[in-house]
């Protein structure tokens, strides 16, 4: 292979990771660019949004923090996509996660470690029941997916709601609130000084576990090529109606997981009265990171930098962090736009196959 087709094949390998970053960093000059019409000290207010997280242990460690439900909805969402499925009840499985979490934190004494790990798989057990529902109703009765977890996150949102209010709910607080958790129910921080728990690491081995799922195993196989193509993968002899169940069990699973990690590690109580908007960021971090379990740690560390960043900027100078809004925006409008940056795509694919045609017609 010449140096000149070689260089072609590597810019068409890593040609989705150069979107992402010329994304990225249109985003930002849009950004900058606001930021000098709208601000008194504009300077001031670039270099906090962009070096904000760095400039204390406390705030890169809230950097941390935020990345830990970010990468579970992130995953969630990114073995849905991955499969060709388009349910968004991940929401709806995080929320009871974290509901099933507390439930057990509150009502059921057990030892230390043990107790956080219980919770954690029996609210796993359930979230993945909860994320199989719109698959069942696609695969059983051609039900929209998308349609029917929408629906289903109000119904779920409003059962999590109930149980609250009928069983643990703290009549003596002055907000809507639980119960304070049984401290064996703790996760324990992983860091003095801060509130970065385990959660993180369960995340991160979560991401390595899933990433090695998709790419070394059967199942994982499956998933991909019903995603990729669904008739094809009929003809060839795959039950694509098995594959969407199970993937979005694993999936509903993760997002509950995620809940009740998030409970347990960050609060003493459950105080979610409105539903949280942790699915929705999902969508972010798994189109950030092309559905590949692999980049989503890096993906979550992104959004998470450019939040704690935007939300220091608004303290310290006149710009608002809802700033980052746009820059997300931006970021997700031109990573799914099919066409962006694609003539250079098709230039090296012409290039390549231009340059084979020649290699054998000079054999």
């Not at 990225?24 to 606001?34: E, G």
């Not at 970010?70 to 388009?86: D, E, H, I, P, Q």
């Not at 590949?292 to 560390?301: E, G, M, T, V």
């Amino acid at each position: 292979m010449s140096k000149k087709s070689k260089s072609n094949s590597n810019f068409l390998k890593y040609f989705d990771s150069m979107r992402l970053l010329v994304a990225i960093l249109i985003a930002l000059a849009i950004t900058t660019v606001i930021i000098f019409s709208v601000s008194e000290n504009p300077i001031e207010a670039l270099t906090t949004l962009l070096l904000g997280p760095l400039q204390s242990k406390r705030y890169f460690f809230n950097v941390l923090e935020m990345m830990v439900p970010l990468m579970f909805t992130g995953l969630s969402l990114a073995l849905v996509f991955k499969s060709g499925n388009f349910s968004m009840i991940t929401d709806a499985s995080f929320y009871m996660g974290a509901v099933i979490a507390v439930f057990i934190a509150i009502k059921l004494p057990l030892p230390a470690v043990i107790h956080p790990a219980f919770a954690i798989l029996i609210a796993g057990v359930i979230g993945g029941l909860i994320g199989s529902i719109p698959a069942f109703c696609r695969v059983k009765f051609k039900a929209n997916e998308l349609v029917t977890s929408l629906m289903l996150n109000y119904v779920f949102f409003f059962s999590g709601i109930y149980i609250i209010n009928k069983f643990l709910i703290d009549r003596n607080a002055s907000n809507f609130a639980s119960l304070k958790f049984l401290k064996s129910s703790s996760l324990g921080n992983i860091v003095d000084g801060t509130r970065l728990h385990y959660g993180f690491v369960i995340a991160l081995l979560l991401c390595a576990a899933l990433y090695i799922f998709l790419t070394r195993t059967k199942w994982g196989y499956e998933i991909r090529l019903v995603g990729s193509n669904i008739e094809f993968a009929k003809y060839s002899g795959i039950k694509t109606g098995r594959v969407i169940l199970y993937t979005s069990f694993i999936s509903g699973a993760v997002a509950a997981m995620g809940g009740a990690i998030e409970k347990l590690g960050m609060y003493n109580r459950f105080q979610w009265a409105n539903a949280p908007t942790y699915a929705w960021d999902g969508v972010i971090i798994a189109t950030l990171s092309g559905n590949n379990p692999k980049f989503i740690p890096l993906a979550a560390f992104f959004l998470s930098y450019i939040r704690v960043g935007a939300d220091i900027m608004s303290r310290k100078t006149d710009v608002q962090n809802e700033l980052v809004a746009i820059i997300q925006g931006i970021i997700i409008l031109l990573v799914t736009a099919e066409r962006f940056l694609y003539f250079m795509k098709q230039r090296k694919e012409s290039q390549m196959a231009l340059e084979n045609a020649m290699n054998k017609g000079g054999k």
